[in-house]
């Protein structure tokens, strides 16, 4: 964080950019896997896979009977268990648990697929990869108004997007030109650091599409922040880019698309940041499903009591209970924080220091919006205070001298907001079928 010699300007907090690449460390295929497959675990005959049943590693797994829905499995082996999990905010999943086999075999369904890269095949099999392309969120005839390629990490001292770009050039290029043929001529446009200025001439001058220099201060990186920067476009409130048309994909989710067509094979190694405890960062390659405990043991990282593991970055992280957490698609950074380190929440109340309207790129009141959040008042922050333009950059927790947990309070009001939506939006639809019916029943008695 760099301050202002004028105390009333804003602090600036810059992203690490290093302008080398740096060697990942290889984790070893683990031996036991798990991938968390987002539909709640339901205990019936619709489950679909059973312990015991063999898997080879890219082999699409069809979860549940009514659902069109797959997961891949990131390893060759056997399913050892099915089981529930609770994401954020008690988010219900299912848990698939692998016993990995000494030797790995490669299903083949994909390499007979990938003649030509279609949308479809790109929907049919690489919604799942490292980097979590958006392909499940498109429609059958995707006709997109531009799509943005982020280079951009998603948070302070996460590398991980930034050295795909630098590392893979030609792989970036090559799937650039991919989402260029499925795009219906709508622009592709490449967002890249300022560091890497030079492979950004590189890849749009070889690929055709247009390559953009974004900002090196946070929240720059953010997709709201990018589509603003390099399309002009502002994400309305609540919305997402995909509402807009536009389709946001990462450098690493591209870099795996031209990957998965050129060796004909669905990529299952994530490329990640880790954070240690004195701040310092390696990068880390790691088969999908790898336990964040296998990373820990090889590079050199001890937990004690107390002390603390955030996957993602130290602005919009979220803590987890347990060094077991597998590498999912989207780990793009795991940090282990000290338990010295760790910054204490407080009850202490708002002293209206304006420090967070301040910083707030949204330019939301985040000073009264926030009395509303405490107090459940999530209607009235919502319709009143602006809460569905909080972009979630974490920039006025960090700077609060209150320690008010400002940013968690604003991510629980939304989901309590949706969630609270989505109910009275299925109570309307029974209220109607309903009535429905009743009329019915009368024109039928009348009859
Ligand atoms: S997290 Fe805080 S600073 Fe960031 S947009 Fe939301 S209210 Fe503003
Ligand atoms: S930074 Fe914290 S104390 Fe200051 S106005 Fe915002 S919520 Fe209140």
Known sequence: MKRSFFGLAKPRFAYDSPDSVLTPERIPTP????IYYNRPYRRTDALLIKPGDAVKTGQKLSVYADDPGYAISPVTGAV???????????AACTAIHFDVAETEEIDDAF??????????TLKDYLAHIPGNPPLEALGEDFHPRAIVINAMDPDLLVLTNQQVARRNAALLTKGVSILKSIAHGAPVVVAMPKSLSRAAGGIGGASGAEARLIDDAYPAGLPVFVLKEVLGEVVPAGKTPLDIGVAVFTAEAVAGIAKAFETKQIPVTKTLTLIKKDLSQTMVEARIGTPLKDIFAICGVTLEDRDRIIIGGPMTGATIYSDEYPVGPDTDAVMAQD????????????????????ICPANIAVNMLVRFCEARQYETAADEYDLRSCVECGLCTFVCPSRIPIFQYLRLAKYELNRLEEEMDKTAVEAETSAEETEETAEGTDA
């Open 339 to 358: 338990s010295g380190d760790v910054s204490l929440v407080s009850d202490q109340p708002c002293t209206n220091c304006g420090e967070c309207v301040r």
């Open 31 to 34: 031996k036991k896997a798990t």
């Open 111 to 120: 390499a007979r697929a990938a003649g030509e890269a279609t949308l479809e």
């Open 80 to 90: 050892a268990y099915v089981s529930a999990y609770q994401g954020d905010f008690g």
